[in-house]
């Protein structure tokens, strides 16, 4: 295959997955209400397109698939809801084989070939029966005496059963995406404003270079004026091109919520619920990359809604029967805010209580204060879930917070709203381009941080505001409201580099905060680069830059920032008056291990405490402040992962060192990911790795 005959089939492919993923949605769609005859029509007629395209480039296999569905659809007639479910199913089950043909890294395979074989067989065999079904009476229809369908045989192409409902994925092989042509217009004529000032410029600087000895000063401090007044033209040039051209990176949103919704329909269906998925948010257009990130959490957000929220038929009351999972998208200046909603059941606000005593070790006077708000924020805690068993889709605790952390790192808020018995509401609000951004620089030490513009509401003189302090809590009353005051340098646990005479005011998830601010350099219009992941795991940290100077700077994430200042007094808890050595918790199931635990590190000269699971080592560190935990992995009640887990929300400097006979890269990776210091194999087990690894956090006082 030609480069010419390469570049064809790429872009074939990639419109012929989005042709696809609209008719997957259009057919999942109909019975929700609506013309179901024109829309037949329509998604025949999509059909008919794709059937063109491709003879055009030679995919013979999927010309006769889109062809024979083409016909299925003009033989199902719109009045009967038994031939329309029939002729979707099967028409359904033939475009998800041919989207996963496409998806291929060789569609040509052989194995391919055979799949599609398979579908056109099946597709073949439905036809008749489709036919008789149409042109026998409505009476017998009605009496069910027409010819059925055969349903399609399990292949590898059929889709899939309702026990293993899959989520939708992105090829990644797609590489062309459709542009606006005035988009691609107004960075042309960008381009070409910007080369005849630049080539003016170039001009001018030569001509000064050149004529400069035989210039009289008049005339050089003329022709430096002249040269100065090009330079910015260009500039402000150059910031009108790089606009364009980042703006070729906005992608529609609509597209990737329309593919959500039959994915919604079937993991419903395959809890026996019935739901009308409504999507809304057409025009709302999100940077490419940005919209990659949120697959993921809207996807956890749509399964929470079809598992969590939706109740089953019998328990609806006088609701509909059809439950309604709404997704939408919109834009709010500079942000997107996507929205995902149901009217089902509700947050059980008593049971998220109950939950967060038995789970996350809370007192019950301390659950009994929270507000409702503060209530449904538990949802967000790692490891938190109400659910008492897990099933194939929830109930381990996690998703919630996994939302939530991706989208801290975009530097955006989620927030939830619920009313029990009416339903829940998630709305997320990201920035709609994160490449690009301005962002107030400041200095903490040798360091350079800087704070998203977007979310900084305003800085402020400390001179001009009272500053209070309430149970040894600074605040700083802004108009009438009392804001918690940080130091920034202090949070970051960054040497100060003196007095400050300003405070940045940022809105975190539950109200506002004020930091002090060290040494600003200024507000820069920054180019957002990621950072390691072992950087960004601790979750204050979004992207880095480079300032003009080559300098580099981190751009902190504000909701992860309020939350390290939210737990700045449960750091790394300090040890009891009166302890002579450090403290280590030992975590482990089996009582051989923790003697010879016990004995190393006791030689070793560290004062040792043992817990024999997870939550009796979180109610240790409760009583005993440790200066590091030593856990294992597997034990019964609360692994070692759980138990980090955790740690790291309530404790995130407390050193924590994994000892386990779990060897592997997976387990290993995992550890890190939640924040473990480091990781010890138990088969590869040396006295003396133990203690150097503990001697790295601080020396053994004898």
Avoid at 570 to 588: E, F, M, N, Y
Wanted: proline content about 5%; overall charge negative.
């Amino acid at each position: 295959m030609s480069s010419r005959q390469e570049a064809l089939f790429e872009r074939y492919r990639a419109r012929s997955l989005e042709r696809i993923r609209k008719l997957s949605f259009w057919l999942s769609s109909l019975g929700d209400g609506g013309d179901a005859a024109k829309a037949l029509r329509d998604v025949a007629r999509e059909l008919h397109t794709l059937k063109g395209d491709s003879a055009v480039v030679g995919v013979e296999r999927v010309s006769e698939i889109a062809h024979l569905a083409e016909e299925i659809l003009l033989h199902a007639k719109a009045e009967d809801a038994g031939s329309v479910q029939i002729a979707t199913g099967v028409v359904r089950a033939a475009l998800s084989a041919v989207d996963a043909n496409l998806k291929a890294e060789d569609p040509s395979e052989k194995e391919e070939q055979e799949m599609l074989q398979e579908i056109v067989g099946m597709l073949q065999g439905a036809l008749p029966g489709l036919k008789d079904r149409a042109s026998a009476p409505a009476s017998l229809q009605g009496e069910g005496r027409a010819t059925p369908v055969p349903p399609p045989e399990p292949s590898k192409a059929s889709a899939p059963a309702p026990a293993e409902v899959k989520a939708p994925v992105t090829s990644s092989r797609q590489l062309y995406m459709s542009v606006r042509s005035s988009t691609v217009d107004e960075l042309c004529d960008s381009v070409n404003d910007f080369t005849t000032d630049f080539r003016a410029l170039v001009a001018s600087l030569k001509r000064l270079s050149l004529d400069g000895a035989a210039l009289g000063s008049l005339r050089e401090a003329a022709g430096r004026q002249s040269v100065n007044e090009a330079a910015d033209r260009c500039l402000t040039k150059l910031d009108q091109l790089s606009s364009h051209a980042w703006a070729l990176r906005l992608v529609p949103v609509a597209p990737v919520l329309e593919e959500l919704a039959p994915y919604v329909k079937d993991l419903a269906a395959s809890q026996g619920k019935r739901v009308r998925v409504i999507t809304t948010g057409q025009g709302a257009e999100v940077e490419r990359g940005i919209l990659e990130e949120l697959r993921e959490p809207l996807l956890h957000l749509v399964r929470n809604a079809a598992d969590h929220g939706v109740e089953p038929a019998a328990e609806r009351g006088a609701k509909s029967v059809e439950a309604v999972i709404e997704l939408g998208a919109r834009q709010a200046g500079a942000h997107l805010v996507l929205t995902v909603s149901d009217d089902g059941r509700g947050v059980d606000v008593a049971a998220v209580r109950a939950a967060a005593v038995e789970r996350l070790n809370m007192s019950p006077e301390a659950v009994a204060k929270l507000t409702e708000h503060e209530v449904s924020n538990l949802l967000f805690v790692p490891g938190f879930t109400t659910r008492k068993s897990a099933s194939t889709t929830s109930g381990r605790g996690v998703g919630l917070d996994v939302v939530r952390g991706r989208v801290d790192a975009l530097g955006g808020q989620i927030s939830v709203t619920s009313t029990q018995g009416s339903g829940t509401r998630f709305e997320l609000s990201v920035p709609s381009t994160v490449g690009k951004e301005r962002a107030f620089v400041v200095a903490c030490g040798e360091a350079l941080y800087a704070l998203p513009s977007v979310q900084t509401l305003e800085v402020v003189h400390l001179k001009d505001f009272p500053l209070e302090t309430s149970a040894g809590e600074d605040r700083l009353r802004v108009r009438g409201e009392t804001i918690p005051l940080r130091s920034l340098s202090g949070v970051l646990r960054e040497p100060s580099s003196g007095s400050s005479s300003r405070a940045a005011i940022v809105q975190g998830a539950r109200h506002r905060w004020a930091f002090v601010l060290p040494e600003l350099v200024g507000e820069f219009e920054l180019v957002r680069r990621p950072v390691d992941s072992m950087v960004s795991r601790f979750g204050h940290i979004a992207a880095s830059a480079t300032l003009d100077d080559g300098r580099l700077v981190l751009i902190l994430a504000v909701n992860g920032l309020v939350r390290l200042a939210e737990v700045g007094s449960a750091r790394a808890p300090s040890a009891p008056r009166g302890r002579t050595r450090k403290q280590i918790l030992a975590v482990d199931d089996s009582a051989t291990v923790l003697d010879v635990v016990s004995e190393i590190l006791a030689d070793a000269g560290y004062e040792v405490v043992k817990a024999n699971n997870g939550q009796e080592a979180l109610a240790s560190i409760e009583a005993n402040q440790p200066d590091l935990v030593l856990s294992d992995v597997e034990m019964p009640i609360m692994g070692g992962f759980e138990l980090l887990e955790r740690i790291r929300a309530r404790w995130p400097h407390l050193p924590v060192v994994m000892l386990t006979t779990r060897g592997g890269a997976d387990d290993r990776r995992r550890a890190l990911t939640l924040g473990a210091n480091a990781y010890l194999v138990k088969s590869a087990f040396e006295e003396t790795l133990l203690v150097d690894a503990v001697r790295r956090f601080f020396p053994a006082t004898p």
